[in-house]
Protein backbone atom coordinates (compact mmCIF):
# COMPACT_ATOMS: atom_id res chain seq x y z
CA UNK A 1 0.00 0.00 0.00
CA UNK A 2 1.48 3.58 -0.69
CA UNK A 3 2.30 5.85 2.12
CA UNK A 4 -0.06 9.04 2.75
CA UNK A 5 1.83 12.05 3.81
CA UNK A 6 -0.19 15.56 4.26
CA UNK A 7 2.36 18.26 2.66
CA UNK A 8 2.14 21.91 3.72
CA UNK A 9 4.39 23.53 1.10
CA UNK A 10 4.40 22.19 -2.38
CA UNK A 11 8.01 23.18 -2.40
CA UNK A 12 8.52 19.67 -0.89
CA UNK A 13 7.55 17.66 -3.38
CA UNK A 14 9.15 16.89 -6.27
CA UNK A 15 8.22 19.32 -9.24
CA UNK A 16 8.82 16.84 -12.22
CA UNK A 17 6.64 13.95 -10.09
CA UNK A 18 3.72 16.33 -9.32
CA UNK A 19 3.63 17.77 -13.14
CA UNK A 20 3.91 14.14 -14.32
CA UNK A 21 0.46 13.32 -12.28
CA UNK A 22 -1.37 16.70 -12.80
CA UNK A 23 -0.94 16.86 -16.93
CA UNK A 24 -1.14 19.83 -19.03
CA UNK A 25 -3.59 22.21 -16.78
CA UNK A 26 -1.54 25.27 -16.29
CA UNK A 27 -3.36 25.84 -13.32
CA UNK A 28 -2.58 21.82 -11.39
CA UNK A 29 1.61 22.40 -12.83
CA UNK A 30 3.68 22.54 -9.75
CA UNK A 31 5.23 26.22 -10.40
CA UNK A 32 1.53 27.81 -10.36
CA UNK A 33 0.31 26.24 -6.79
CA UNK A 34 3.86 27.20 -5.85
CA UNK A 35 3.39 30.61 -7.33
CA UNK A 36 0.35 31.32 -4.76
CA UNK A 37 1.92 30.17 -2.06
CA UNK A 38 5.25 31.59 -2.49
CA UNK A 39 3.85 35.13 -3.32
CA UNK A 40 1.55 34.98 -0.25
CA UNK A 41 -1.91 34.56 -2.28
CA UNK A 42 -2.55 31.26 -0.76
CA UNK A 43 -1.59 30.72 2.62
CA UNK A 44 -2.83 30.44 6.28
CA UNK A 45 -3.13 34.21 6.45
CA UNK A 46 -5.21 35.03 3.31
CA UNK A 47 -7.80 31.89 4.95
CA UNK A 48 -5.87 29.13 2.57
CA UNK A 49 -3.93 26.43 4.65
CA UNK A 50 -2.12 24.01 2.38
CA UNK A 51 -2.95 20.35 3.07
CA UNK A 52 -1.76 18.45 -0.03
CA UNK A 53 -2.77 14.79 0.70
CA UNK A 54 -0.13 12.81 -1.13
CA UNK A 55 0.41 8.81 -1.74
CA UNK A 56 4.21 7.66 -2.26
CA UNK A 57 5.62 4.40 -2.97
CA UNK A 58 9.00 4.60 -1.47
CA UNK A 59 9.99 8.20 -2.79
CA UNK A 60 8.03 8.23 -6.08
CA UNK A 61 4.48 10.30 -5.62
CA UNK A 62 1.86 8.27 -7.07
CA UNK A 63 -1.67 10.03 -6.41
CA UNK A 64 -2.23 13.74 -5.03
CA UNK A 65 -4.85 15.87 -4.16
CA UNK A 66 -4.81 20.03 -3.99
CA UNK A 67 -6.37 20.01 -0.65
CA UNK A 68 -6.95 23.65 1.59
CA UNK A 69 -7.82 23.93 5.01
CA UNK A 70 -10.49 27.30 4.61
CA UNK A 71 -11.48 30.08 7.45
CA UNK A 72 -13.82 31.42 4.34
CA UNK A 73 -15.24 30.94 1.41
CA UNK A 74 -13.79 33.08 -0.69
CA UNK A 75 -12.32 32.66 -3.93
CA UNK A 76 -13.84 29.66 -4.46
CA UNK A 77 -16.89 30.38 -7.21
CA UNK A 78 -18.91 27.14 -5.80
CA UNK A 79 -21.32 29.41 -3.42
CA UNK A 80 -21.82 27.68 0.19
CA UNK A 81 -22.61 31.01 1.44
CA UNK A 82 -26.06 29.96 2.52
CA UNK A 83 -24.69 26.53 3.95
CA UNK A 84 -22.64 28.62 6.07
CA UNK A 85 -25.14 30.83 7.24
CA UNK A 86 -27.49 27.99 8.42
CA UNK A 87 -24.97 26.86 10.36
CA UNK A 88 -24.33 30.04 12.33
CA UNK A 89 -27.68 30.24 13.01
CA UNK A 90 -28.07 26.68 14.18
CA UNK A 91 -25.00 27.93 16.78
CA UNK A 92 -22.69 25.79 14.94
CA UNK A 93 -19.09 26.47 13.17
CA UNK A 94 -19.49 25.90 9.28
CA UNK A 95 -15.06 27.13 9.32
CA UNK A 96 -12.32 25.87 8.89
CA UNK A 97 -13.82 23.58 6.44
CA UNK A 98 -11.85 21.48 4.21
CA UNK A 99 -11.55 22.12 -0.23
CA UNK A 100 -9.98 20.81 -2.88
CA UNK A 101 -9.89 23.08 -5.49
CA UNK A 102 -6.96 25.30 -6.85
CA UNK A 103 -7.69 28.69 -5.42
CA UNK A 104 -9.13 31.84 -7.22
CA UNK A 105 -9.21 29.72 -10.26
CA UNK A 106 -13.18 28.36 -12.04
CA UNK A 107 -11.44 25.70 -14.37
CA UNK A 108 -12.63 22.62 -14.54
CA UNK A 109 -9.58 20.44 -14.19
CA UNK A 110 -8.31 16.62 -12.42
CA UNK A 111 -8.30 16.97 -8.71
CA UNK A 112 -7.54 13.00 -8.14
CA UNK A 113 -4.09 13.20 -9.42
CA UNK A 114 -3.76 9.48 -9.67
CA UNK A 115 -3.24 7.13 -12.75
CA UNK A 116 -6.04 4.49 -11.28
CA UNK A 117 -9.27 4.07 -10.11
CA UNK A 118 -8.14 2.73 -7.04
CA UNK A 119 -5.27 5.42 -5.97
CA UNK A 120 -7.90 8.00 -7.01
CA UNK A 121 -10.34 6.02 -4.35
CA UNK A 122 -7.79 5.84 -1.97
CA UNK A 123 -7.09 9.36 -2.11
CA UNK A 124 -11.02 10.63 -1.56
CA UNK A 125 -11.02 8.20 1.51
CA UNK A 126 -7.98 9.92 3.06
CA UNK A 127 -9.57 13.29 2.62
CA UNK A 128 -12.69 12.15 4.14
CA UNK A 129 -11.23 10.38 7.02
CA UNK A 130 -8.70 13.76 7.33
CA UNK A 131 -11.94 15.42 7.54
CA UNK A 132 -13.33 13.22 10.38
CA UNK A 133 -9.84 13.67 12.16
CA UNK A 134 -9.93 17.38 12.24
CA UNK A 135 -13.51 18.31 13.26
CA UNK A 136 -13.94 20.56 10.26
CA UNK A 137 -17.63 20.56 9.40
CA UNK A 138 -17.64 19.56 5.58
CA UNK A 139 -15.45 18.49 2.50
CA UNK A 140 -15.96 20.03 -0.73
CA UNK A 141 -14.10 19.47 -4.21
CA UNK A 142 -14.63 22.24 -6.96
CA UNK A 143 -14.56 21.76 -10.63
CA UNK A 144 -13.52 18.01 -10.85
CA UNK A 145 -14.42 16.54 -14.07
CA UNK A 146 -17.27 14.48 -14.50
CA UNK A 147 -16.11 11.31 -14.27
CA UNK A 148 -13.91 12.27 -10.81
CA UNK A 149 -17.55 13.61 -9.23
CA UNK A 150 -19.00 10.64 -9.83
CA UNK A 151 -15.84 8.65 -8.28
CA UNK A 152 -16.50 10.77 -5.63
CA UNK A 153 -20.53 9.69 -5.51
CA UNK A 154 -19.41 6.49 -4.76
CA UNK A 155 -17.93 6.73 -1.79
CA UNK A 156 -20.81 9.33 -0.05
CA UNK A 157 -20.49 12.66 -1.41
CA UNK A 158 -23.17 14.77 -2.96
CA UNK A 159 -22.69 16.18 -6.40
CA UNK A 160 -23.60 20.29 -7.28
CA UNK A 161 -24.14 20.98 -10.69
CA UNK A 162 -22.87 24.45 -12.54
CA UNK A 163 -22.76 26.22 -15.49
CA UNK A 164 -20.06 28.07 -17.56
CA UNK A 165 -19.76 29.40 -20.79
CA UNK A 166 -17.42 27.98 -23.29
CA UNK A 167 -16.51 28.70 -26.79
CA UNK A 168 -15.28 26.35 -29.22
CA UNK A 169 -13.68 26.24 -32.20
CA UNK A 170 -14.62 24.05 -34.80
CA UNK A 171 -11.45 25.06 -37.47
CA UNK A 172 -12.50 28.64 -38.06
CA UNK A 173 -10.70 30.06 -40.98
CA UNK A 174 -10.41 33.70 -39.16
CA UNK A 175 -12.85 35.99 -37.10
CA UNK A 176 -15.15 36.26 -40.19
CA UNK A 177 -15.80 33.15 -40.95
CA UNK A 178 -16.88 32.71 -36.99
CA UNK A 179 -18.95 35.58 -37.35
CA UNK A 180 -20.65 34.06 -40.38
CA UNK A 181 -21.74 30.99 -38.48
CA UNK A 182 -23.95 33.39 -36.29
CA UNK A 183 -27.31 34.70 -36.51
CA UNK A 184 -27.84 38.11 -38.09
CA UNK A 185 -28.50 39.83 -35.03
CA UNK A 186 -25.58 38.55 -32.57
CA UNK A 187 -23.19 38.73 -35.55
CA UNK A 188 -24.15 42.86 -36.06
CA UNK A 189 -24.04 43.65 -32.02
CA UNK A 190 -20.31 42.18 -31.95
CA UNK A 191 -19.24 43.90 -35.26
CA UNK A 192 -20.32 47.46 -33.79
CA UNK A 193 -18.68 46.53 -30.42
CA UNK A 194 -15.56 45.86 -32.08
CA UNK A 195 -15.94 49.05 -34.49
CA UNK A 196 -16.51 51.41 -31.65
CA UNK A 197 -13.41 50.10 -29.96
CA UNK A 198 -11.15 50.95 -32.83
CA UNK A 199 -12.97 54.30 -33.66
CA UNK A 200 -11.57 55.28 -30.21
CA UNK A 201 -8.07 54.51 -31.08
CA UNK A 202 -7.70 51.38 -29.68
CA UNK A 203 -4.91 49.12 -31.05
CA UNK A 204 -4.01 45.81 -29.28
CA UNK A 205 -0.87 43.46 -28.61
CA UNK A 206 -0.65 39.89 -28.10
CA UNK A 207 2.07 38.72 -26.04
CA UNK A 208 3.10 35.66 -24.68
CA UNK A 209 6.21 33.92 -23.74
CA UNK A 210 9.91 35.48 -23.87
CA UNK A 211 7.87 39.12 -25.21
CA UNK A 212 6.53 39.69 -21.55
CA UNK A 213 8.73 42.07 -19.48
CA UNK A 214 8.82 42.83 -16.02
CA UNK A 215 7.53 45.90 -17.64
CA UNK A 216 4.11 44.68 -18.61
CA UNK A 217 3.72 43.03 -15.72
CA UNK A 218 3.56 45.90 -13.63
CA UNK A 219 1.24 47.53 -15.85
CA UNK A 220 -0.92 44.82 -15.95
CA UNK A 221 -1.24 44.68 -11.86
CA UNK A 222 -2.15 48.24 -12.25
CA UNK A 223 -5.04 47.64 -14.25
CA UNK A 224 -5.76 45.31 -12.19
CA UNK A 225 -5.80 46.58 -8.53
CA UNK A 226 -7.43 49.49 -9.81
CA UNK A 227 -10.26 47.23 -11.17
CA UNK A 228 -10.55 45.90 -8.02
CA UNK A 229 -10.62 49.31 -6.37
CA UNK A 230 -13.67 50.21 -8.34
CA UNK A 231 -15.82 47.37 -7.93
CA UNK A 232 -14.45 47.12 -4.34
CA UNK A 233 -13.88 43.38 -4.36
CA UNK A 234 -11.20 41.79 -2.55
CA UNK A 235 -7.56 41.35 -4.52
CA UNK A 236 -6.64 38.07 -4.36
CA UNK A 237 -3.51 37.94 -6.66
CA UNK A 238 -0.51 40.48 -6.54
CA UNK A 239 2.32 41.57 -8.42
CA UNK A 240 4.98 39.15 -7.22
CA UNK A 241 2.59 36.36 -7.92
CA UNK A 242 2.04 37.26 -11.47
CA UNK A 243 6.04 38.05 -11.94
CA UNK A 244 6.62 34.02 -10.67
CA UNK A 245 4.04 32.98 -13.16
CA UNK A 246 5.70 35.46 -15.47
CA UNK A 247 9.21 33.61 -14.77
CA UNK A 248 8.23 30.18 -14.99
CA UNK A 249 4.96 29.83 -16.96
CA UNK A 250 5.12 32.19 -19.62
CA UNK A 251 4.80 30.18 -22.79
CA UNK A 252 1.65 29.38 -21.14
CA UNK A 253 -0.01 32.49 -21.08
CA UNK A 254 -1.30 35.41 -23.51
CA UNK A 255 -1.31 38.91 -22.17
CA UNK A 256 -3.52 41.04 -23.73
CA UNK A 257 -2.57 44.84 -23.98
CA UNK A 258 -4.48 47.54 -25.14
CA UNK A 259 -3.55 51.14 -26.58
CA UNK A 260 -4.30 54.20 -26.97
CA UNK A 261 -2.08 57.38 -28.47
CA UNK A 262 0.63 55.49 -27.52
CA UNK A 263 0.10 54.23 -23.93
CA UNK A 264 -1.19 51.24 -22.53
CA UNK A 265 -4.97 51.64 -21.29
CA UNK A 266 -6.37 48.04 -20.00
CA UNK A 267 -4.81 44.25 -20.02
CA UNK A 268 -6.25 40.88 -19.82
CA UNK A 269 -4.36 37.63 -18.73
CA UNK A 270 -5.21 34.27 -20.16
CA UNK A 271 -3.57 30.81 -19.67
CA UNK A 272 -3.07 28.65 -22.49
CA UNK A 273 -2.14 24.95 -23.71
CA UNK A 274 -2.66 22.96 -26.74
CA UNK A 275 -6.22 22.07 -25.63
CA UNK A 276 -7.56 24.87 -24.55
CA UNK A 277 -7.22 28.82 -23.10
CA UNK A 278 -8.76 30.62 -20.23
CA UNK A 279 -9.52 34.26 -19.47
CA UNK A 280 -8.69 34.86 -15.83
CA UNK A 281 -8.23 38.72 -15.18
CA UNK A 282 -8.43 41.38 -16.28
CA UNK A 283 -8.04 45.66 -15.42
CA UNK A 284 -8.29 49.04 -17.15
CA UNK A 285 -7.33 52.50 -16.43
CA UNK A 286 -9.51 53.96 -18.99
CA UNK A 287 -13.71 53.33 -20.10
CA UNK A 288 -14.29 53.01 -23.16
CA UNK A 289 -17.55 50.99 -24.61
CA UNK A 290 -16.83 47.33 -25.76
CA UNK A 291 -13.15 47.61 -24.39
CA UNK A 292 -13.58 45.06 -21.94
CA UNK A 293 -15.42 42.48 -24.72
CA UNK A 294 -12.72 43.16 -27.34
CA UNK A 295 -9.56 42.71 -24.36
CA UNK A 296 -10.99 39.64 -23.13
CA UNK A 297 -13.66 37.93 -25.66
CA UNK A 298 -12.73 38.80 -28.92
CA UNK A 299 -8.71 39.14 -28.93
CA UNK A 300 -8.64 36.04 -27.18
CA UNK A 301 -10.93 34.10 -29.79
CA UNK A 302 -8.55 35.48 -32.67
CA UNK A 303 -5.53 34.20 -30.97
CA UNK A 304 -7.56 30.83 -31.20
CA UNK A 305 -8.29 30.35 -33.98
CA UNK A 306 -4.56 31.53 -35.27
CA UNK A 307 -3.16 28.91 -33.25
CA UNK A 308 -6.26 26.20 -33.58
CA UNK A 309 -6.76 26.12 -30.28
CA UNK A 310 -10.40 24.12 -29.98
CA UNK A 311 -11.86 25.34 -26.96
CA UNK A 312 -11.38 29.01 -24.98
CA UNK A 313 -13.29 28.86 -21.26
CA UNK A 314 -13.98 32.44 -20.41
CA UNK A 315 -14.08 32.03 -16.66
CA UNK A 316 -17.09 31.56 -14.46
CA UNK A 317 -20.81 32.85 -14.63
CA UNK A 318 -21.70 35.60 -16.99
CA UNK A 319 -25.04 35.04 -19.14
CA UNK A 320 -23.74 38.24 -21.17
CA UNK A 321 -20.93 35.17 -22.68
CA UNK A 322 -24.30 33.38 -24.48
CA UNK A 323 -24.15 36.17 -26.90
CA UNK A 324 -21.17 36.56 -27.76
CA UNK A 325 -20.89 33.00 -29.12
CA UNK A 326 -20.24 30.99 -25.47
CA UNK A 327 -22.43 27.99 -25.26
CA UNK A 328 -23.32 26.32 -22.00
CA UNK A 329 -21.45 23.57 -20.19
CA UNK A 330 -22.36 21.83 -17.28
CA UNK A 331 -19.59 22.08 -14.31
CA UNK A 332 -19.21 19.69 -11.09
CA UNK A 333 -18.63 20.00 -7.68
CA UNK A 334 -18.75 17.36 -4.80
CA UNK A 335 -19.35 17.69 -1.09
CA UNK A 336 -19.24 15.73 2.22
CA UNK A 337 -21.05 17.58 5.51
CA UNK A 338 -20.31 15.70 9.45
CA UNK A 339 -23.86 17.21 10.59
CA UNK A 340 -25.91 14.44 9.56
CA UNK A 341 -29.60 16.95 9.47
CA UNK A 342 -27.32 19.56 7.52
CA UNK A 343 -25.99 16.58 5.59
CA UNK A 344 -29.91 15.92 4.60
CA UNK A 345 -31.07 18.91 4.39
CA UNK A 346 -27.97 20.34 1.57
CA UNK A 347 -28.57 16.78 0.06
CA UNK A 348 -32.62 18.09 -0.43
CA UNK A 349 -31.62 21.31 -2.29
CA UNK A 350 -29.00 19.92 -4.24
CA UNK A 351 -31.80 17.30 -5.99
CA UNK A 352 -33.77 20.25 -6.35
CA UNK A 353 -31.14 22.67 -7.59
CA UNK A 354 -30.46 19.96 -10.05
CA UNK A 355 -33.67 19.97 -11.61
CA UNK A 356 -33.39 23.47 -12.01
CA UNK A 357 -30.19 23.64 -13.30
CA UNK A 358 -31.35 21.03 -16.46
CA UNK A 359 -34.21 23.30 -17.34
CA UNK A 360 -31.92 26.68 -16.83
CA UNK A 361 -29.68 24.87 -19.48
CA UNK A 362 -32.26 23.86 -22.00
CA UNK A 363 -32.96 27.52 -21.87
CA UNK A 364 -29.85 28.53 -22.32
CA UNK A 365 -29.29 26.18 -25.08
CA UNK A 366 -32.64 27.52 -26.82
CA UNK A 367 -30.79 30.95 -27.54
CA UNK A 368 -28.04 30.04 -29.14
CA UNK A 369 -26.29 32.92 -30.88
CA UNK A 370 -26.16 30.33 -33.81
CA UNK A 371 -27.57 29.99 -36.82
CA UNK A 372 -29.85 27.15 -37.36
CA UNK A 373 -28.29 24.09 -37.89
CA UNK A 374 -24.72 24.98 -37.38
CA UNK A 375 -22.87 22.50 -35.15
CA UNK A 376 -21.32 23.53 -32.75
Not at 57 to 62: I, R
Not at 208 to 213: E, F, L, N, R, V
Not at 231 to 237: I, M, R, T
Not at 347 to 360: A, P
Request: with cysteine; aromatic share 12%; proline share 6%.
Amino acid sequence: MPTLRIIETIKEIPAPQWDALAGSNPFLSHAFLSALQESGCATPETGWSAQFLTLWQADVLVGAMPLYLKSHSWGEFVFDWAWAEAYQRAGLEYYPKLLCAVPFTPVTGLRLLAPTPELRAALVNAALRLAQEMGVSSLHCLFPPETEAQEMQQQGMMLRRGVQFHWRNPGYADFDAYLASMSHDKRKRIKQERRKVKEAGITFERLSGASITAAHWEFFNRCFVNTHLQYNSPQALNLDFFRRIGASMADNILLVIAVRDGHPIASALNFYNQEALFGRSWGALEYHPGLHFEACYYQAIEFCIERGIPLFEGGAQGEHKLSRGFLPETTWSAHWLAHPRFAQAVDDFLKREMRGMRFYMDELNERSPFKQGVEK
